[in-house]
């Protein structure tokens, strides 16, 4: 079973950054959209920002202006780059690759943001 691989998350202090990485095994065809979600304790999964094929963007209204969501060229690897971060932007994050087939996650990885 594919498994999207996520890195990049630990320990950052307000107003710090972050950038997360995510990639399969090997390359998916057909992705439509690629996109990241968190998750935080008590709360359910959200979307944070989410990238189509024709390379739109949509974030969520919490990090627009802080976070970017960006792929590479081959359409194996996506990322998300979160700056000015806040307590309140801790949580697990996932990310989704969507087919018209299945979606694919991964298995998350944690983000705190504490002084």
């Known amino acids: 079973q594919v498994q999207l691989v996520e890195s990049g998350g630990g320990l950052v202090q307000p107003g710090g950054s972050l950038r997360l990485s995510c990639s399969g095994p090997?390359?998916?065809?057909?992705?439509?959209?690629m996109a990241w979600y968190r998750q935080a304790p008590g709360k359910e999964r959200e979307l944070v920002a989410r990238?189509?094929?024709?390379?739109?963007?949509d974030y969520a209204d919490s990090v627009k202006g802080r976070f970017s969501i960006s792929r590479d060229r081959t359409m194996t690897t996506t990322y998300l780059q979160m700056n000015n971060l806040k307590p309140e932007d801790t949580a697990v994050y996932y990310c989704?690759?969507?087919?018209?087939?299945?979606?694919?996650w991964g298995q998350g990885t944690l983000v705190t943001v504490s002084s």
């Open positions: 989704l690759m969507k087919t018209p087939w299945r979606d694919y």
């Open positions: 090997g390359r998916i065809s057909g992705i439509t959209v």
């Open positions: 990238i189509a094929g024709g390379g739109v963007t």
